[in-house]
């Protein structure tokens, strides 16, 4: 089984950064796809960002393209999304997501294991 330990989240003003972070543990292989959905009251979840661990593969929502960055270290199976011009509908609740399993896009929501979530809340 794969836990994922998430990190980052917080509140900023609007036009501001935060940098989540997601290690991975207990992975069998070190090539999955990894990544980050979020979820607003009232909205549908969204895939923002997948990687494909050690392979560099990289997805992004239209909605944030050209706004977050998402990247691994190799060393320990970490992955950040960096987001940057956050504005406030960028505020959810963020779900780091490993081992996408579905047939599709890995910005569908087909992943094994799911973090417990991270407020990031976008004001103004």
């Known amino acids: 089984r794969v836990q994922l330990a998430e990190s980052g989240g917080g509140s900023v003003e609007a036009g501001g950064s935060l940098r989540l972070s997601c290690t991975a543990s207990?992975?069998?292989?070190?090539?999955?796809?990894m990544g980050w959905f979020r979820q607003a009251p009232g909205k549908e979840r969204e895939g923002v960002a997948a990687?494909?661990?050690?392979?560099?593969?990289?997805f992004y929502a239209d909605s944030v393209k050209g706004r977050f960055t998402i990247s691994q270290d190799n060393a320990d199976m970490t992955v950040y999304l960096q987001m940057n011009s956050l504005k406030p509908e960028d505020t959810a609740i963020y779900y780091c997501?490993?081992?996408?399993?579905?047939?599709?896009?890995?910005?569908?929501?087909?992943?094994?294991?799911w973090g417990h979530g991270t407020q990031v809340t976008v004001s103004s």
């Open positions: 207990g992975y069998s292989d070190r090539r999955m796809y």
């Open positions: 990687i494909y661990t050690n392979v560099g593969t990289i």
């Open positions: 997501v490993a081992d996408f399993s579905g047939m599709g896009s890995p910005l569908e929501s087909e992943y094994n294991y």
